[in-house]
């Protein structure tokens, strides 16, 4: 019998990032209908109880299938489950994409910003990804904002998920480049910026 994947916890300056759990079905189902939380997601309405809890199955089985997935967002201060973020594969595309929801009570705290960027870190320095795309709805200026926060560059306006969507993108070589100046929050056991930098994905970064 094959063994599962032990899902990696990344830690940064005020986040956990750990694996998802049915534990967190309804905490997450509250989440999903605090209003306005998926306004711009491709179908808005909060979904059943039920359908949350195959979705964190779903998302066990992506970490399987892929190496990476979303992560159970919490803040280290308080332990309390808040959201997701992380990588996702698209097989329409053969993209990665990184991706961010949050509960209300945490917007406009750089809490998506700082989770978002340590699945970046990630997927580029322990899994040594090429490149990594962000997908956002035209409207959605919060989260645009986010992902320019990341150093992404916009490419172009696609259909993504049945909808119009802008689409950003950044490469590996991009994301070293831009870690050098960006005022980011380092994983804990390591003294400063250049000694992450130097180890790249010959070491594991968290």
């Not at 509250?30 to 998926?38: S, T």
Request: with cysteine; hydrophobic share 35%.
């Amino acid at each position: 019998m094959t063994a599962k994947m032990e899902i990696p916890t990344v830690t940064t300056a005020r986040l956990i990032l750990r694996p998802l759990t049915e534990a967190d079905t309804q905490t997450l189902h509250c989440i999903l209908g605090e209003r306005g939380v998926l306004r711009y997601f491709p179908h808005p309405d909060p979904p059943p109880r039920d359908k949350v809890r195959k979705f964190i199955l779903g998302q066990l089985g992506h970490w399987e299938d892929h190496g990476y997935g979303w992560w159970a967002v919490q803040p280290r201060s308080t332990k309390e489950l808040i959201g997701w973020s992380g990588l996702q594969f698209l097989p329409e595309t053969a993209e990665t994409e990184v991706g961010f929801l949050l509960s209300r009570r945490y917007w406009g705290k750089g809490l998506a910003t700082e989770a978002a960027r340590a699945s970046l870190r990630y997927g580029f320095e322990e899994l040594g990804l090429g490149s990594i795309v962000a997908i956002v709805h035209p409207e959605n200026r919060a989260s645009r904002r986010v992902i320019e926060k990341l150093g992404m560059s916009f490419v172009d306006q696609a259909q993504y998920f049945g909808m119009d969507c802008y689409r950003y993108s950044m490469g590996r070589s991009s994301f070293r480049t831009k870690a050098k100046t960006a005022e980011i929050a380092w994983p804990e056991g390591y003294a400063q910026k250049q000694d992450f930098l130097e180890r790249g994905k010959g070491g594991r970064p968290y």
